[in-house]
């Protein structure tokens, strides 16, 4: 079955801090998509990146990062010299390709402090 | 660009009373359409999708039901509405293929 985990529920950090978002991920197809979003404080979900199952090359986007293992399923994404701004809500999803639906993990509230 | 419209953007209704959401998008022709919950402080829950023009799937059986009259219209409904029922509803669309979903700006139903 898929799933995909989020263990850290909430964090804290300062401006200015590095944070790194876990996600992990079970599946049994070879051939899938991962993606993170983020949910400000607004609700509006705003998709961030995708990345697919044969592509494990890190992508780096301004102060953000992504991280994918095969290895260990692992997509994490990390945030650099954090801001205030970053505070929201971070989803981490995975889709397969037959069926077109998204597995979304139970998200990491981020809370980045002045 | 694909725009997706969802209202009303906040709803307070009581116990027993019916529901119906609406979703609309623009820009884009066939998506495939998405109608997820989330629950005060918690993750995404997916409701209802559908591929098509009458052609939808549930994902969780509950008092709740979807219908898509035209391409780019997804309605969520309900006869009668429990206070389990309350939460943020989101319309999602995926313009073909396996990629990234686009989401509506969401409603938020308050039942009383």
């Known amino acids: 079955a898929q799933k995909v985990t989020q263990a850290q529920t909430e964090i804290s950090v300062v401006e200015k801090e590095d944070v790194t978002l876990d996600c992990v991920y079970e599946?049994?197809?070879?051939?899938?998509?991962l993606f993170w979003y983020k949910q400000p404080p607004s609700g509006e979900l705003v998709f961030l990146i995708r990345r697919n199952s044969f592509d494990e090359q890190n992508e780096i986007s301004g102060r953000y990062s992504w991280n994918f293992q095969k290895s260990t399923s692992s997509f994490n994404f990390t945030i650099t010299a954090s801001q205030v701004v970053d505070s929201a809500v971070y989803f981490c999803?995975?889709?397969?390709?037959?069926?077109?639906?998204?597995?979304f993990g139970s998200g990491t509230k981020l809370n980045v402090k002045p | 660009s694909q725009t997706i419209h969802q209202w009303p953007a906040t709803l307070v209704q009581p116990v027993g009373s019916p529901l119906s959401l609406e979703c609309t998008v623009e820009?884009?022709?066939?998506?495939?359409l998405y109608w997820y919950r989330q629950a005060a402080g918690r993750g995404l829950q997916l409701l209802f999708y559908s591929v098509g023009i009458g052609q939808i799937s549930s994902e969780v059986p509950q008092n709740l039901s979807a219908s898509r009259p035209q391409d780019r219209q997804f309605i969520l409904s309900s006869k009668k509405l429990l206070l389990s029922d309350s939460g943020f509803y989101l319309c999602?669309?995926?313009?073909?293929?396996?990629?990234?979903?686009?989401f509506g700006p969401g409603t938020r139903l308050t039942v009383t």
């Open positions: 820009g884009t022709s066939n998506p495939n």
């Open positions: 999803a995975l889709s397969e390709i037959a069926f077109n639906k998204f597995y």
């Open positions: 599946t049994r197809d070879t051939t899938y998509y």
């Open positions: 999602a669309l995926q313009a073909g293929g396996p990629y990234e979903q686009y």
